[in-house]
């Protein structure tokens, strides 16, 4: 089992910067701008930037003009057919200080809009609202800080749709191919939104351009940014750092919402989150851990080691009649919890909940004639961590 999803049935013969590159258009396409240009976003940070950008842009054109102007001025009426002496000069105080002093002045009309700029981008205080956000490969964890809710963002595109690259009948590919997501990060629209940026395992990168917001993921580093969307929305986003072989995977979904429709889904995901803590001190049956673990696996384990549990040997080992699923239960918990270093299999141990790693854990061994009639209850998960 690894941290994966139904992405891993995409042929190795499209490689991740490809499909980054196929989706950077997509992105350029859906905000209705040239992709050879900036996006110009939606927040006033954004529009800061945008307009920085083509204000430089232009005063570097116009000193283009007038350089390769007065350049080709030069070299046609000056030029040697039509008798023309090159003049005799040395140390001349006037082009001395022209050429400091003009250069300085063209510096200064772009340090000024800069400097404000930055200043607004990095200004991250007095936030409504943290989000801690925690790059995995690859996958996207949320956390409202001391609002009790944390989920993981995973990509939901189909493999149907990445399997008609080499297979036409294959179902279509939709109009958010490879930028939709099973757990979007919704926030308030008109509201300062803070985000505390880090990875656990490679360097990330969180982007999305029309928020105007990128921040790199660096594990042992927390980063800072912030965003205060003016109007609800959808807005996509990747990605952008080289994460892995499935970093064109990664994709990023922000769904603004009005204040009090946030405050709902807020308080409803807090009650999730609560009845899930309530199940913790639980004492489930067979049945229930099977019908649970089955669940759990198809969305967390499915792509890698297949539904029938025989894998893609070598790089994705089967679990059924496996060493591991048929060997000591303290084994099998501990690669799930802790993965398996240099090799595909990450650490589920902070990406699920007790509950369902006891879960996917009976079902696994029990399932596809493991038969081995083993359960285990999420306290033993628990005190597993615990002794850890």
Known sequence: MRAATRRRLLPLALPGATLSAFSGSLLAAEAGHSSVNMTRGVTEVSHAIYDLHMYTLWVCVAIGVVVFGVMFYSIFAHRKSKGAVAANFHESTTLEIAWTVVPFLILATFAAPATRTLLSIYNADEADLDVMITGYQWKWKYEYLDKGVSFFSALSTSPNEFNNIRNPDQAPKGEH??????????????????????????????????????????????????????????????????????????????????????????????????????????????DELM??????????????????????PPAFPALKGSAIAMGPVEGHLDIVVNGKQATSMAAFGAQLNEVDLAAVITYERNAWGNNMGDMLQPIDVAKFKKAK
């Open 291 to 312: 019908a649970r673990g089955e669940s759990v696996y198809a969305k967390a384990c499915a792509s890698c080691h297949q539904p029938n549990g025989e894998g893609v």
């Open 177 to 286: 191919y490879l930028l939709e997501v099973d757990e979007p990060l919704v926030i308030p629209a008109g509201k300062k939104v803070r985000f505390l940026v880090t990875a656990a395992d490679v360097i990330h990168s969180w982007w999305v351009p029309q928020l105007a917001v990128k921040k790199d993921a660096i594990p042992g580093f927390v980063n800072e940014t912030w965003t205060r969307v003016p109007e609800p929305g959808i807005y996509r986003g990747q990605c952008a750092e080289l994460c892995g072989k499935d970093h064109g995977f990664m994709p990023i979904v922000v769904n603004v919402v009005p204040e009090a429709e946030f405050d709902g889904w807020l308080a409803k995901r807090k009650e999730e989150a609560d009845a899930e803590k309530a199940l913790m001190a639980q004492t489930f049956t067979m």
